[in-house]
Every structure is written in C-alpha cells, then in structure tokens.
C-alpha cells in the first residue's frame, strides 16, 4: 500500500510540478496529506531508517510515549481500541456500527495512523517544552504562529475570541489579545476523531480521543468556554 502510494505520488507530483501556486508563501495556509507522506520519505532518504523506525525510537520513546505506536490492523493488539462508523437510518439516527478497517492504510503512514492516548499526547507536548524532542529554537518555532490565517466568524462562541494567527508546523493558535489563549490539533477520518488542546497561561491541556465518528469538537467548546470562564475573565 505505502510502496503504491509512493508511485502515485510521483505521478502526481509530476502534474504540480508547473502549476502555479495557490497563494504566496506566509500568506495563507492549505492543508494537504501528500506533504507529509513528502516529509517521511525525505526522513527516510536521510537516516537511513524506514519513517515508523524513526518516529518510533526519535519520538516516542524519547518522549516516554510507551502506549503509543504504529499497528498493524492485521494484528492482535492489546488494549487497543478499534474504530466504528456509525450507521444512520434515513431520518439521520445512529442505528449501529461498523468497523473502520477498509478506511486506512493497514499501518500507519507519515500522514497518520500512529494509536496513542490522551496521557501520550500530553507526554508528547511536554517532551517539546522541555526540550527533550527539540533545542530552544525549534521548540519555539514550532510553539508560535506564522502565518495571519484568520477565521472571521466566532468560532468558539466565545465573544471577542477568533480563530487567527494559525498554523505553525501544524499546531493552530486560538489568540485572545497578544497571547494566545489555546494553542491545539484536530483531526478526523472515519470512525474516529481527536483534539488536543493546550491553555499556557494555567498550562491546562484538554484531550478528546473518540474511536467512533463522534462531535469532539462541541465537546471541547463546552470545555473550553468553562476554562475561558474561570481562569481567563477573573
């Protein structure tokens, strides 16, 4: 599957590799899967390693990430949580479920696929603050905005509170004044979801995992207008 993706890739690269681009660099921002299935070869082309063999052992055991790793969907794994699609009737109510196996690669690939936990998610962050991932230098860059991406509309139904000053390296910045107030990742794909959510100024971190096709995000607003509420309006 990785080894088909990589030819197709090629293919396809060849079709952009005139095109004009869609916007100047800094000016905006495009999410785009094929980037980082880019971003793995070129690990692989420089360390010699194949891309889960360098995630694995650079991050996430140096991050002390002990319950997170690339599986196989062939495999038995314990304590691991399999994905479900939920199954609607025609007025829209969930009536069962079915497994998300035909949905993903059958391992993981540098565009995702990694299976954590929320305790790993919030080892992975501290592992960037404290410097045990990154140098000073690069935690920062990847810890602060560099592009004026903006949402006009409130999109966390807090008043005065916009979405702006987005990616960095694919965190987003949710900034209340100079500072930003939440500085979090999403994510979605059939039969399951995440966010995880980091507030500096009370260093308070939010994860949602879901192996279902669920409305994480309404869950975190609810959460995050309860934060924004007592920490942020005394």
């Known amino acids: 599957m990785y080894i088909l993706f990589q030819i197709k890739l090629k293919l396809e690269s060849m079709k952009i590799l005139n095109k004009k681009p869609n916007f100047e660099p800094g000016s905006d921002v495009r999410y785009c899967n094929c980037s980082f299935v880019l971003l793995g070869l070129a690990i692989e082309k420089i360390t010699g390693k194949t891309y889960r063999e360098y995630v694995t052992e650079n991050v996430f055991r140096r991050a002390g990430m002990r319950n997170t790793a690339f599986l196989s969907m062939d495999s038995v794994n314990e304590n691991t ?17 079915k497994k998300n196996i035909y949905c993903f690669p059958p391992m993981g690939t540098p565009d995702g696929g990694a299976y954590t936990t929320a305790e790993d998610m919030n080892l ?6 404290k410097k045990i991932l990154l140098d000073d230098m690069h935690a920062k860059l990847l810890l602060t905005a560099h592009c004026p991406y903006t949402r006009e509309k409130e999109w966390w139904r807090i008043p005065g509170l916009y979405e702006r000053n987005g990616y960095a390296f694919e965190f987003l910045f949710l900034p209340d004044s100079e500072e930003p107030f939440c500085i979090y990742k999403d994510g979605q794909n059939d039969g399951v979801a995440a966010r995880f959510n980091y507030y500096p100024k009370e260093d308070i971190s939010v994860t949602i995992l879901s192996n279902q096709d669920c409305d994480v995000w309404d869950m975190t607003r609810q959460i995050q207008t309860e934060i924004y509420n007592a920490c942020y309006l005394r």
């Open 81 to 97: 949580a399999e994905g479900y699609l939920n199954l609607y009737n025609e007025d829209g109510r969930v009536i069962g479920y």
């Open 124 to 129: 992975f962050l501290t592992a960037i603050q």
